[in-house]
C-alpha cells in the first residue's frame, strides 16, 4: 500500500472539492438545510453564508498547501531544477484558474452577506442570496459552466497521472503499492488512491478515452466523499475535546500507599448493595452513589476505580462477552467555566467514549459521527456548516443515542457533582434517564446535600467517611513515621504516646482524610526542639473538629510571612484565566516587583534560572503553605521528560480541595492586608516573562505564541482601563519578543494571521494592532512608522477581517481572560483608521492631523 499520497492525487483532491462545494452553491436544487424540527430556530442568513464563505477560503488554502503546489514554489526559486511532468503542470495551471473562479464567487457570497437583513426569511440556496441583487442569472450559469468543464479537465490530468505512475513502475520493475510493516489502519486517502490505482490498471483506462475518463470521474467522486467524511470527523473531535479536559483528573492525588484496600478486600463490599456486588448486578440496579462528608475522599476513590483492572472481574457478571466501554468525568469548583458545567462533561464522555470505540479493539467505523450529530453532518454536506459549539440539548441526545446501542456495555464515573455552582437537574434527569437501560451503569459522587439526596436515596450507595477511618488513620501513621524530628521524640518516650497523638488526630478526623491531611501537616509543622509527645497531643486536642474551623485554625496559626504568601498564591489563581497556572508562571507573578515597571526585565530566562524558581516555588507551596495548595503533574503520557522546561510546562499548583477555595475567597477570617498587591499587575509582568521565554519553557513556542501574548495584551489593556495611563513601553516589550518568535517559523505561529497570502502575513506589530483594533498604541505608534509598514496594517487588517467574517474572530478572541481584547475589536474603528489613513499619505509636514497628544502613557 502507498505510504504516502502521489503529489497529483493531493492537488487533484483539493481541487475537485472546491469544485464540487462551488458547484453546489450554485445549484437550484441544492437546499441549504434548516433543523427539521421546527420548534427550533433556524440558522440565520448571515451564519449560512459565513459558513459557505469560510469553507471555500479552507478549501483554497489545500490547494496552496499541496505537495505539487510547494514543489511548484521551490522550483521557482532555483534557477536550475527538473521539469514538472506535463500532468503536474495541467494540474497547476488548473489551480490558477479555480482558485480566480472562486475567488469571485466568494466575494459575491460576502457582497449577500452584507446585503441581507436580519428581517429576511432563510434563503432557501446559496444561489438565490446571490441573485439577490449581487449576481444575474448568467453570472451564475457561466460560473457553474466554466467550473464543471474545469473538473472535466482535472480528472482527465489526474487520471494522466496516475497512469504515467503506473507505467513507470512497470518500467522501473518497483512495486506499485509499498509494503506497510506498521499495520495501522489505512488513511481515507490511501484507501482511494489504492482503489483508483487498481481500478486503473485492471481497466486499462486512458486519458485520451472519453468513456475512460466518465468512468475514473465516479471514482473521483468518492475521494471527495471520503474527504468531506475525514474533515467532519475530524472537526467534531476536536469540538468535543477541550484541552483542560483532564486536568482535574491530574490533580487528584492517588490513594496513599496502604489506604482504600477495602475497596477489594473487605467482605461487605460483595454484600447486596455493596460496590462490588453492584458492578455485577443484572437486576437492573445501574446507578450507584459514593457519598460522605467534604474531604472524606471522594475523588480519591472515583480516580483509583477509573480503569483499575480489577474491577473488570467483577463487571464481567453484568458485562458478559459484550464489548465494554468506559470513560469518566471529574467536575472542578476552582476550574474553568467549562470544566465545572454538564456541557464539559458530556462532550469529554462522549469524546472519551467513541475515542475508544473508533480507535479501540473495536474499531467502529467512524460513520457513528454522521448518526450521533445527523443534523450537524447535514449541515456540514449542506454549506459546511455543523461546526459550531455544542449545546447541552443536542450533546444529550447524542449521549442517549450512543447508550441506546444495546449491542455494548457503557460504565461512566462522575467525580463532584456537588462542585458545580448550581444543581443541574436536566443533567441529573440524563444520568439517571441512562441508567434505566439494562446496558448503563454509573457511579456518581457528590455530598449528601439535599437535592443530591432526594435524587439519589433509593440508589445503591456508599457513605465514604464511614469506610476512611482507618484510612485516615495510616494516613497519619505514616506521616508521622517519614517526619525526621520525630525520631528525636521518640528517644525521649515509648511507642504509646506517640499512639496516642496519633489516635487522637484520627478520631477527630472521623474519616475525613481532608481535614487528617490537615491536622496532621498542622501539628508536625508546629514542631519546636522543646516539644514532647503530651505536647503535641493536647495541640491535637484543642483542634476544631470541623474542617471550616479547623481552616481558620491553621490560618490564624501560620507565621506572618507565610499566611501572606498563603493569601498572595490564593489571589493569583483567582485572578489568573485558568484554575492552574503552570508553576514558572506563578513563581514569576509572586516576585514581580509591583514598584518596578512591568518591562523593566525582558530577558529570557536561563534553564538554570527556571529550575531554580521551580525548586523554591515547590518549597514554598509545600513547606509555608501548610498543604492548602498542592503541585499537580499534567505531562502527556506520550511525553517522558523530566528537563526544567518540562516542569515549567505541565508541573501546575491548584487548591488541595474545593472548600479550601471558598474558605479563603469567602471566610471573614482576618487576613493579612494585601492592599498594594494588584493580581492583575503581578501577572502582568509574569506574562511577558513567560513570553520571552518561550523558546526555552515551551515544547510548541509557535503554538504557545498567541495564547500568551493575548495574556500580555489583555492585562495590560486591564490595568489601563483603571489606571488611564497607557503602558506603550510594555507593549512594546510584547511586541519585540512576539515578532522575533513569530519571524522563526511563520506557518506554524499562532498569531492571528493567514499565512496564505501576503497581505495576510504579519511584517508588523502594527498590523497586529490595526487588526484588533487598539486605537491608543496605533496612535502613538503610527505616526513614526513607516509609510509602507502604515500601508500594510491597513490592508492587514481588513483581509483577515475579510476572511475571518463574522464570529470568525473567536478563535482568537474566544475563551476566558481575552475578553478585554474582544471588547475592543468589537469596537468603534473609525479614529484608528482614521490615524492610519493619515499616516500612509503623508507627505513632509502635511497630509492632516494624527492626534494621540492627549494619550498619557508609561
Known sequence: MSTRPIPAVGLASALVQLIDFSINALRKDHILYQPADTATTPVDNATVLQNLIHNLYRLTDLIDQSELKKLQDEKSEQ??????SEAATQ?????????????????????????????????????????NGVWKKKDVTGTKKKLRALRREIDTSLLLALRQYLDQSAETGLPVFAKDESNAPLKHWEKWQNEALDSIHANDWRPKNKKNIEEFAKIVDKLVVAENEAVFYDETFKLLWFEKADERMHSI????????????????????????????????????????????????????????????????AWSGAAPGITAAYFFWNSGTELQNSPVGLLRTILYEALQDMIYGPLEQDQAILQLLFAERWKQFTSYGGGLHDFTFAELREAFQLMVSDAS??????????????????????????????????????????????????????????????????????????????????RRKSDNVEEMNVINTLAEKADGVFLWAKLATVHILQSLTDEDVFTTLRKRAETLPHTLDALLGHIIE?????????????????????????????????????????????????????????????????????????????TTPPDHHASSSSSSATYLKPSY???????????????????????????????????????????PSPSAALWPTLSLCLSSALNIYNVSKIYPLTYISSCATAALALHNKNPLASSLPHFPSAASMSIQTFLD??????????????????????????????????????????????????????????????????????????????GGGKVGGEGVEWV
Not at 534557477?79 to 514538472?84: E, F, M, P, Q
Not at 469567602?666 to 516573562?689: C, G, V
Not at 500594510?792 to 475563551?815: N, S, Y
Request: glycine share 6%.
Open 408 to 489: 455494548k456495555k457503557f460504565l461512566f464515573m462522575i467525580d463532584g457533582l456537588d462542585e458545580m455552582d448550581e444543581y443541574a437537574a436536566d443533567l441529573i434527569d440524563t444520568i439517571t434517564a441512562a441508567t434505566t437501560r439494562d446496558n448503563v451503569k454509573i457511579i456518581v459522587s457528590s455530598c449528601a446535600s439535599a437535592e443530591y439526596t432526594e435524587a439519589f436515596q433509593d440508589r445503591s450507595n456508599l457513605v465514604l467517611d464511614a469506610w476512611t477511618k482507618k484510612d485516615s488513620q495510616a494516613h497519619i501513621l505514616h506521616a508521622f513515621d517519614e517526619h525526621e524530628a520525630l525520631k528525636i521524640l
Open 253 to 316: 492525588e492517588p490513594p496513599m500507599e496502604g489506604s482504600m484496600k477495602w475497596v477489594f478486600d473487605d467482605e461487605r463490599m460483595g454484600d447486596d448493595g455493596g460496590l462490588l456486588e453492584w458492578l455485577g448486578n443484572t437486576g437492573g440496579q445501574n446507578l450507584f452513589w459514593v457519598t460522605g462528608k467534604p474531604g472524606s475522599g471522594k475523588s480519591i476513590l472515583t480516580r483509583y476505580l477509573f480503569r483499575n483492572l480489577r474491577i473488570f472481574d467483577y463487571l464481567e
Open 656 to 698: 488541595t480541595h474545593h472548600t479550601i477555595r471558598t474558605f479563603l475567597t469567602t471566610s471573614p477570617t482576618k487576613k493579612p492586608d494585601l492592599e498594594s498587591f494588584n493580581p492583575t499587575r503581578q501577572w502582568m509582568t509574569a506574562h511577558l516573562h513567560s513570553l520571552t521565554s518561550l523558546p526555552t519553557t515551551s
Open 768 to 845: 497586529v494592532a490595526a487588526l484588533l483594533n487598539m486605537r491608543e498604541y496605533i496612535l502613538l505608534k503610527a505616526k513614526a512608522a513607516d509609510k509602507k509598514d502604515v500601508r500594510h496594517a491597513i490592508e492587514f487588517a481588513r483581509e483577515v477581517r475579510k476572511r475571518a467574517g463574522r464570529g470568525g474572530e473567536r478563535v482568537w478572541l474566544g475563551g476566558r481572560g481575552r475578553e478585554r481584547l474582544k471588547s475592543e475589536y468589537a469596537g468603534d474603528r473609525s479614529e484608528g483608521e482614521r490615524v492610519l489613513g493619515v499616516c500612509a499619505r503623508r507627505v513632509g509636514f
Open 91 to 131: 494540474l497547476l495551471k488548473h489551480s490558477e484558474q479555480v482558485k480566480e473562479l472562486v475567488e469571485a464567487l466568494r466575494d459575491a457570497l460576502i457582497a449577500a452577506q452584507a446585503r441581507d437583513s436580519k428581517d429576511d426569511a432563510p434563503w432557501p440556496t446559496a444561489r438565490d442570496a446571490l441573485l
Open 79 to 84: 534557477k536550475k531544477s527538473a521539469k514538472l
Open 557 to 633: 496559626h501560620l507565621k506572618p510571612e507565610d499566611a501572606e504568601q498563603v493569601c498572595k498564591i490564593s489571589a493569583l489563581l483567582e485572578a489568573h484565566h485558568h484554575a492552574s497556572p503552570n508553576l514558572l508562571s506563578l513563581s514569576l507573578a509572586m516576585s514581580a516587583d509591583p514598584k518596578s515597571h512591568p518591562a523593566a526585565d525582558t530577558k529570557p530566562l536561563k534553564t538554570s534560572e527556571i529550575a531554580k524558581r521551580i525548586e523554591n516555588m515547590k518549597h514554598t507551596l509545600n513547606a509555608q503553605c501548610a498543604s492548602l495548595f498542592t503541585i499537580f503533574d
